[in-house]
């Protein structure tokens, strides 16, 4: 499985950007998709993930009521809406996949997913 984010780039604080991360490949049984982040001299850190169904949704603290993810099966592709974006949000984002199916609590640890994209770089000016 490839995953291929995009959409970054630069952004005044308090706007929006979408980010985009397509899955290739052998895709069939994919189940959940989830964002990551890292900033300058932090560690990856959990943002959102997604399962297959769509039902339910997991969001970091952070940026809660800012971001919204959400997924398109038939297109392979999850998405990230992030709007009211501050300086903290500087990071680059990867997207991770997993077929595995874990509780709630699991699927917010980078090391249970299965495969990563390269990232893309968001960058928030104040």
């Known amino acids: 499985v490839q995953l291929q984010a995009s959409g970054g780039g630069l952004v005044q604080a308090g706007g929006s950007l979408r980010l985009s991360c397509a899955a290739s490949?052998?895709?069939?049984?994919?189940?959940?998709r989830g964002w990551f982040r890292q900033a300058p001299g932090k560690e990856r850190e959990f943002v959102a993930a997604?399962?297959?169904?769509?039902?339910?949704?997991y969001y970091a603290d952070s940026v809660k009521g800012r971001f919204t993810i959400s997924r398109d099966n038939a297109r392979n592709t999850v998405y990230q809406q992030m709007n009211s974006l501050n300086a903290e949000d500087t990071a680059i984002y990867y997207c991770?996949?997993?077929?595995?199916?874990?509780?709630?609590?699991?699927?917010?640890?980078?090391?249970?997913?299965?495969?990563w994209g390269q990232g893309t770089l968001v960058t928030v000016s104040s």
């Open positions: 490949g052998r895709t069939l049984g994919i189940n959940v």
């Open positions: 997604i399962r297959r169904s769509g039902s339910t949704l």
């Open positions: 991770a996949a997993t077929r595995a199916n874990p509780f709630d609590n699991v699927l917010r640890t980078s090391a249970f997913y299965d495969y």
